[in-house]
Nanobody, 118 residues
Framework: QVQLVESGGGLVQPGGSLRLSCAGS????????LSWFRQAPGKGRELVAG????????NYADSVKGRFTISRDNAKSTMSLQMNSLKPEDTAVYYC???????????WGQGTQVTVSS
């Protein structure tokens, strides 16, 4: 069956770094655009970063530009989000999403908690 599994979340101090990973299986991973979303307590889910199917195009939310880097490895069916210079406002549950531009299918992971606090 289709699975997207995030890992790498945790507790980090302000200014620290974390690397999130998302592993996909059960679908044509390399044919899907991928993205990271996050949802903070009491807020809606927001797009953090996205990457095209072959990795040629990336985009970032203004709030994370210059601090976060999205990447993918289609050979391993994985996606990563390197997060540097973390701030308390980055605290949220982070989700990975796979989107098919050909038929509109979307798959979500279960989320991983990131907490930035001293």
């Amino acid at each position: 069956q289709v699975q997207l599994v995030e890992s790498g979340g945790g507790l980090v101090q302000p200014g620290g770094s974390l690397r999130l990973s998302c592993a996909g299986s059960g679908f044509a991973f390399r044919s899907f655009a991928l993205s990271w979303f996050r949802q903070a307590p009491g807020k809606g889910r927001e797009l953090v970063a996205g990457i095209s199917s072959v990795g040629a195009r990336v985009n970032y939310a203004d709030s994370v530009k210059g601090r976060f880097t999205i990447s993918r490895d289609n050979a391993k069916s994985t996606m990563s989000l390197q997060m540097n210079s973390l701030k308390p406002e980055d605290t949220a549950v982070y989700y990975c999403k796979a989107s098919s531009l050909s038929d509109g299918r979307n798959y979500w992971g279960q989320g991983t908690q990131v907490t930035v606090s001293s």
